[in-house]
């Protein structure tokens, strides 16, 4: 859970402060040295688990072939094994949610996955890459044996050195030392190089992570300013498969460039291994109501929840008062609140706006951080006129009027009006006290 900050905060740093949305990189297929290239196609948010390590077209060891339905379809055909297996999985728990595929036990729905029985369950969650089509395992492909490849790599071995003179000196006695420091390639300092692999998980600070691929495709890359989302942690979902991974962010492209970064859009875990206990308190609400999506209290319109940060394109908070329908009841800490929603398009005032029935004041929600949840009602956490400290029975103050609290929660919480001694949430209004005023869709 967060504090509402209480000002709207501007990034100043360089890096990600103006970065736009990373759209995933794409299966393009190019030649290197005469070898045929390709890129991993696999379609998860979180992107390729060798850091789209290119695929080698004569030699796709270990790789697992897909077709998409899309003829123009121009992404790739190949995946890494084990992004095959992480996205094969992400289809399985959908499936597991569909329908008959309920009563299926785990070896039939594996088994159906790739059949007409399964797939015609499971294709909504086997979106392509280029958006216009769906993936489907290529059961009729076989892929090459490692036995095949590595007779064929002794081979080539074989012809080069045959090929080309020896490159070892014959010296007096130090045969042995040439031949050590041929094979252990070392640095300046005689220490040796370590290859490393590209990033699985990412940082747990608040800044974007480093981008730091190590596969010959990525030698030389800058860090692109499409690289905010690209690094994103992989952490388990809590939702049970009932809540999908983001495929791509583009809805946050409507955002100006000085929030596009992670200052206003929530995207690490604050639990380690992604135990976070305001994702799985939200995750866990919503799954006891067997529901992945939640509406916006203001216009009403369907938002869908994913499995991780940002769980939202726009904020969840906790009131005691029930605003829309669509609000979930909850016990916290002894007390009846309500998970209520807000869309990005209303908070940043593009949908419905809503200003104060006693001063016309607009109420501002572009301030609040994207993905996440306020333990308080956000429009009681900054009162905008008097009558806002009125109590709800007699309306007269409960507190001064020149008096403000310290914290934006202690206005979500109960008071004892000193009037008429009325105990209630009296700084918590209803939606009906202000005025809403409708925009066309955004």
Partial sequence: ????????????????????LPLLDPGVIEAHNSVTLSRCCVPLASGCMRGYEPISLDAPTGCVRVVCNNDQCSVGTLMHGECFTAWENH?????????????????QRLQNLWTKRGYDLAYRACSCLCGRGHLRKDLDW?????????????????NKQNSKPSLVTIGSG?????????????NNHGQPCQRHRANSISSTGSSPPSDAPSSPHHQGRRKSKWDFFSDRSRHGSG????FARRLDFSSFNALPRSKINSY???????????????????????????????????????LFVFDRYPLIDGTFFLTPLQHAKSAIPVRVEGRQQYL???CMGCLEGWCVTLRCCACHRRWDGSSLILGTMYSFDIFAAMPCCEDRLKCNKCHSFVIPPEQRSAFF???????ACPSCGCVDHHFVKPLTSFVREERQPW
Avoid at 142 to 158: A, Y
Avoid at 239 to 242: A, D, E, P, T
Wanted: hydrophobic letters at 25%.
């Fill in 340 to 342: 209520t929603a807000v």
């Fill in 264 to 302: 206003h859009i929530k995207m690490e875990d604050d639990g380690n291994h992604g135990n976070d206990d305001t994702r799985c308190f939200i995750l866990s609400t919503l799954a006891a109501q067997r529901s992945s999506r939640t509406a916006c209290a203001l216009c009403h319109q369907a």
């Fill in 239 to 242: 939702g049970s498969g009932l």
């Fill in 142 to 158: 076989t892929p090459p044996s490692e036995i095949e490849e590595d007779s064929k790599t002794k081979k080539k071995k074989r």
């Fill in 409 to 415: 929660s202690d206005y979500s919480r109960s008071a």
């Fill in 91 to 107: 289809v399985l728990a959908f499936l597991r949610s569909c329908g008959r595929a309920r009563s299926w036990s785990e070896k």
């Fill in 1 to 20: 859970m967060v504090k509402m900050p209480q000002r709207q905060r501007h990034n100043t740093g360089g890096g990600a402060g103006g970065a736009e």
């Fill in 174 to 186: 130090n045969n042995s030392n040439a031949s050590t420091s041929n094979s252990n390639s070392s």
